[in-house]
């Protein structure tokens, strides 16, 4: 009966290769232009990843210093409007959050590929 639904839905180690496979052969299509950067080039690539996470949540980045400088600045404020901001607060952080996890998803492959050319570099140079 076991051997049954192991055929029908498989074991868990080939649903989870099943369910990573596509960001693998991504990793490697992304490895096979990666490969032939420089050093340099590499440094740089992981300068355009820090650039894309800060560039996606500039806006919300923004928002949160300008609320907090609010509170900071006007201590008369009513506290239903005190809640109100640090909701709003709350808010932008969790899609400032969200916004970073769907940057890292889209860079995941060529950072894994990055990681990949720098230990093959670092292999291979004696100093």
Same mark, same amino acid.
């Given at each position: 009966?076991?051997?049954?639904?192991?055929?029908? %839905?498989? @074991?868990?180690?080939? !649903?989870?290769?099943?369910?990573?496979?596509?960001?693998?052969?991504? =990793?490697?299509?992304?490895?096979?232009?990666?490969?032939?950067?420089? $050093?340099?080039?590499? !440094?740089?690539? =992981? $300068?355009? %990843?820090?650039?894309?996470?800060?560039?996606a949540v500039a806006g919300e980045e923004n928002e949160i210093?300008?609320?907090? !400088?609010?509170?900071? =600045?006007?201590? @008369?404020?009513? =506290?239903?409007?005190?809640?109100?901001?640090?909701a709003q607060i709350d808010r932008l952080e969790k899609q400032?959050?969200?916004?970073?996890?769907? $940057?890292?998803?889209?860079?995941?492959?060529?950072? %894994?590929? $990055?990681?990949?050319?720098?230990?093959?570099?670092?292999?291979?140079?004696?100093?």
């Open positions: 009966m076991l051997t049954f639904f192991k055929k029908l %839905f498989g @074991d868990k180690a080939s !649903r989870d290769l099943k369910a990573i496979q596509p960001k693998l052969d991504e =990793t490697i299509k992304a490895y096979k232009h990666i490969s032939n950067l420089s $050093v340099d080039d590499l !440094r740089h690539k =992981t $300068v355009e %990843f820090k650039a894309a996470i800060e560039n210093s300008e609320l907090k !400088r609010q509170l900071e =600045t006007e201590y @008369d404020l009513a =506290t239903d409007i005190k809640e109100k901001i640090y400032q959050y969200e916004k970073t996890e769907d $940057v890292l998803n889209q860079i995941l492959p060529e950072a %894994f590929s $990055v990681i990949k050319a720098a230990a093959h570099l670092f292999k291979n140079n004696e100093r």
